[in-house]
Structures are given as structure tokens and as C-alpha cells.
């Protein structure tokens, strides 16, 4: 939903795609395990940025009005617009190559790699947050959005992240509550491959 990401293509090819300038990253190293508290790679309406995974929601309060406690990593399509703890989030793209998931009991969990078929980029829709610390430090951080799974994840994981097409990335960056939530259904089936996620460092980077 997703619980880890990769990202290993070319800089380039995210160019490519989103017309992004990536410049100031085409030192970017590939990543074949990245965990939620890591920075990653974002899209915004203005460019490409490094952001946190996870929203640490200081400040925010449920419908209840008490304060939301645990670090917001992923954040479901049926109320991101509607719960007071998303207010004033702004919206971004987290592009990757594909995501893990696991099944099983704790310590005989099975890890799944899940990847376009025919390879490429995937693009997760995703909503962002600025965290204010102490001594004036920001930390802008990112958050995936996640639908209803669709046949392909269904037998590994009940949620997936919502998946964007490239040219609906503009719409998603830059349009209202209204406009988006069409995007926000799981991905055609049969455009994922799952398999096997063997050779993994799940302690690297």
C-alpha cells in the first residue's frame, strides 16, 4: 500500500516523461529499497524537490479534535479530502519504478516486487506537508495515497497506492477536490507484474 519503494531508472527518463528539470539531480544514484522517514524524489506544480516520507502531523486533530499521533505515510483516497488531519496539504507525484508488499506471519513473511509489466516509471499520487522543528528547520514531507487494490495486488495487500498516467500528472498537481477524484481508482488490471522479491538488501539504501 505501499510499505517500501524502488526507484532505479535513469534521472533522465523521469525527464522524459514529466518534462521536469533534473538537473540539480542527475547525480541521483539508484535506489532499490527505500523506507517510509527516507527522502524521496517528488514531482510538484513547481519542479522536482526531495521530500520525507511520512507527515508528522504536529498540530494536526482528527474529526474529535484530538491531536493526530501517529506519522501519516500513507493516506486514504476516500477521505483525503474530507478529514480535518489533511487540511491544508498541498499535492505532489512520487515517481518510481515499482513497490514491495509482504504476506505471510512475522517471521515467515514473504516479500512481492511489483513492477509495470513492460517496465518503466510508475507515478504515485501523493499529498505533502511542511514540518516546522525547532530552530526554524522545515522539512517538507510527502505522504502516498492509496485506493482499493486491483486484481493484479488484491491476493498480496487490500490497498495500493493511487497510480497516476503522465498525462495526468498536471491534473493531479494542480486541480481541485472535484477534478481529481476520478484519478483516484485502483490501476488497470493487468498492467502490473508481481513476482518474488528475492536479493533485496532490506537494510540498504
Known amino acids: 500500500?505501499?510499505?517500501?519503494?524502488?526507484?532505479?531508472?535513469?534521472?533522465?527518463?523521469?525527464?522524459?516523461?514529466?518534462g521536469a528539470d533534473t538537473s540539480a539531480f542527475e547525480n541521483e544514484p539508484p535506489r532499490h529499497n527505500i523506507a517510509p522517514g527516507q527522502e524521496l524524489l517528488c514531482v510538484t506544480a513547481q519542479g522536482l524537490s526531495r521530500m520525507r516520507w511520512g507527515i508528522i502531523p504536529v498540530g494536526r486533530v482528527n474529526a474529535r479534535g484530538r491531536p493526530v499521533?501517529?506519522?501519516?505515510?500513507?493516506?486514504?483516497?476516500?477521505?483525503?479530502?474530507?478529514?480535518?488531519?489533511?487540511?491544508g496539504t498541498g499535492r505532489a507525484?512520487?515517481?518510481?519504478?515499482?513497490?514491495?508488499?509482504?504476506?505471510g506471519e512475522k517471521r515467515k513473511k514473504t516479500a512481492w516486487r511489483i513492477a509495470p509489466r513492460d517496465g518503466g516509471l510508475l507515478?504515485?499520487?501523493?499529498?505533502?506537508?511542511?514540518w516546522n522543528g525547532p530552530g526554524g528547520v522545515t522539512v517538507e514531507q510527502v505522504a502516498t495515497?492509496?485506493?482499493?487494490?486491483?486484481?493484479?495486488?488484491?491476493?498480496?495487500?487490500?490497498?495500493?497506492?493511487?497510480?497516476?498516467?503522465?498525462?495526468?500528472?498536471?491534473?493531479?498537481?494542480?486541480?481541485?477536490?472535484?477534478e481529481v477524484h476520478s484519478l483516484m481508482v485502483p490501476w488497470p488490471h493487468g498492467q502490473l507484474r508481481i513476482e518474488h522479491a528475492e536479493g533485496v538488501d532490506w537494510s540498504g539504501p
Open 145 to 178: 495515497v492509496t485506493c482499493p487494490p486491483n486484481a493484479d495486488v488484491e491476493p498480496i495487500h487490500h490497498r495500493m497506492g493511487v497510480l497516476l498516467r503522465p498525462s495526468d500528472i498536471a491534473l493531479w498537481l494542480q486541480g481541485d477536490a472535484s
Open 123 to 130: 507515478f504515485f499520487a501523493a499529498i505533502t506537508d511542511v
Open 69 to 87: 499521533m501517529e506519522t501519516l505515510i500513507n493516506a486514504r483516497s476516500e477521505t483525503v479530502f474530507e478529514k480535518t488531519a489533511y487540511e
Open 93 to 103: 507525484v512520487v515517481p518510481v519504478n515499482g513497490w514491495y508488499e509482504w504476506t
Open 1 to 18: 500500500m505501499p510499505g517500501r519503494l524502488f526507484l532505479t531508472s535513469p534521472i533522465s527518463d523521469l525527464r522524459d516523461v514529466t
